[in-house]
T-cell receptor, first 112, second 117 residues
Framework: AQSVTQLGSHVSVSEGALVLLRCNYS??????LFWYVQYPNQGLQLLLK??????LVKGINGFEAEFKKSETSFHLTKPSAHMSDAAEYFC??????????FGAGTTVTVRA | GAVVSQHPSWVICKSGTSVKIECRSL??????MFWYRQFPKQSLMLMAT?????????EQGVEKDKFLINHASLTLSTLTVTSAHPEDSSFYIC?????????????FGPGTRLTVT
């Protein structure tokens, strides 16, 4: 079965600083990997996805992630944090059955 | 495109009653929809997979007689929480996969907050 581990339940960054959210996956077959953002009392919005094409994936709102098979990682980055980036972020993995397995989530706070 | 709605957005019900939550794909047809449950400050846990015209597939540990799922059309799936109890209070989120989807992407609804008193 596939799974993801998000390192760090809470990340605090200054406005304008780099945002780095870590995600490691476990899968016996080539995975599909996703990053989602969730604002309070809302559903999930897809930031970006890896589906076996380019290993560096660019998403919305300036986010990007790099798939590294050797490290089984799919870390999410944004060069310059904005106050609106404060939210909950989930990494998720899927194989060929469409089912998503989510990480525990990382709460991002942005300091002015 | 690819919008999923849920109704109601929040509901309060008394213990012992049943409540129905609707999940609709507004601009696409979905043969498969998923239902998730999210407790405060926690991740999403898959409850069941809903396939149009067939019985839902429940994840281990989910009571199928308590959480009734019906996927009667290509744009509508419903989750009925029967004989609700306070421990059923949670945020319920559905997602849908377009019938013609090829990228394994799910589109999520905005969620339904259920409070059982």
């Amino acid at each position: 079965a596939q799974s993801v581990t998000q390192l760090g339940s809470h990340v605090s960054v200054s406005e304008g600083a780099l945002v780095l959210l870590r995600c490691n996956y476990s899968s016996s077959v080539p995975p599909y990997l996703f990053w989602y953002v969730q604002y309070p009392n809302q559903g999930l919005q897809l930031l970006l996805k890896y589906t076996s094409a380019a290993t560096l994936v660019k998403g919305i709102n300036g986010f990007e992630a790099e798939f590294k098979k050797s490290e089984t990682s799919f870390h999410l980055t944004k060069p310059s944090a904005h106050m609106s980036d404060a939210a909950e972020y989930f990494c998720a993995v899927s194989v060929h059955d469409y089912k998503l397995s989510f990480g525990a989530g990382t709460t991002v706070t942005v300091r002015a | 495109g690819a919008v999923v709605s849920q109704h109601p957005s929040w509901v309060i019900c008394k213990s012992g009653t049943s409540v129905k939550i609707e999940c609709r794909s507004l601009d696409f047809q979905a043969t498969t929809m998923f239902w998730y449950r999210q407790f405060p400050k926690q991740s999403l846990m898959l409850m069941a997979t809903s396939n149009e015209g067939s019985k839902a597939t429940y994840e281990q540990g989910v009571e199928k007689d308590k959480f009734l799922i019906n996927h009667a059309s290509l744009t509508l799936s419903t989750l009925t929480v029967t004989s609700a109890h306070p421990e059923d209070s949670s945020f319920y989120i559905c997602s849908a996969i377009p019938q013609a989807g090829t990228t394994y992407e799910q589109y999520f609804g905005p969620g339904t907050r259920l409070t059982v008193t």
